[in-house]
């Protein structure tokens, strides 16, 4: 299974960004998917997450209502869209792929999920 994260740069606060993870070796559909991010010296932290359909989304209250989680099963491709960025959400972002299938409980536990992309790298300047 891989997981390929990619979409991250450079940044003025305010700006927009969309982070793309492609998923391979897996059944995609019917695995919900998650957003983590982990800043320097700062422990990982959830971002959002969704359903296998991606018809239900969870979020942390940090990025509620500027980030946007979604997913397209098609291409096996989940989705984060960044806007209205802050310097705050500077970190590396890595995409995973829960651990047990067709769960629609939105977890925001790390250990939940069983694979991880390789991250990238969001910066804000402000």
């Known amino acids: 299974v891989q997981l390929q994260a990619f979409g991250g740069g450079l940044v003025q606060a305010g700006g927009s960004l969309r982070l793309s993870c492609v998923v391979s070796g897996r059944t995609f559909s019917i695995y919900g998917m998650g957003w983590f991010r982990q800043a320097p010296g700062e422990d990982r932290e959830f971002v959002a997450a969704c359903s296998p359909s991606g018809g239900s989304t969870r979020y942390a209250d940090s990025v509620k209502g500027r980030f946007t989680i979604s997913r397209d099963n098609a291409k096996s491709t989940v989705y984060l869209q960044m806007n209205s960025l802050k310097p705050e959400d500077t970190a590396v972002y890595y995409c995973?792929?829960?651990?047990?299938?067709?769960?629609?409980?939105?977890?925001?536990?790390?250990?939940?999920?069983?694979?991880w992309g390789q991250g990238t790298q969001v910066t804000v300047s402000s």
């Open positions: 995973a792929s829960r651990r047990q299938p067709y769960t629609v409980v939105l977890s925001h536990n790390g250990n939940d999920y069983a694979y």
